[in-house]
């Protein structure tokens, strides 16, 4: 009993070690001096989304991984780099899932598609409904006739 209540404690505690404590990355908190630099790393950081937290992005993520990636989007625009090259290293390491704004390939040619598809079906089933009763009554003033 001792054992399992001591696993049990175990289980429950490990979660409160998940965390590196590590000091964050300089720049993970800390704005860039040049005002045009960090509206353009703000920017960008708002369209990347954070590969921990489902459907946050990283400027408004608190996950560890997030505030590595701030610190590394600051570094790149403060470097020179455009926010394109910035966003297209990214993807390059981390694929499509990064940005919220998946670029147009054969990989995601589904996405783009299936709305539209969706709306072909649904334009389909609603005629041939309606067009159902138009075609009975139709036949059935002829029958009078």
Known sequence: MKRFLLLLTLMFAAPA?????????ELAYTQLRDPAKELRAKALMETLRCLVCQGQSIADSDAEMAADMRALVRQRIEAGETPDQVRGWLIQRYGDYVTY?????WLTAPLWAAPVLLIAIGLFIARRSFGK???????QEGTRA
Not at 18 to 23: E, F, K
Not at 101 to 105: E, G, L, T
Not at 133 to 139: I, M
């Open 133 to 139: 009763d138009d075609d009975e009554s139709e036949g």
């Open 101 to 105: 704004d998946p670029p147009f390939s």
């Open 17 to 25: 070690l998940a965390d590196s404590g590590l000091p964050p990355p």
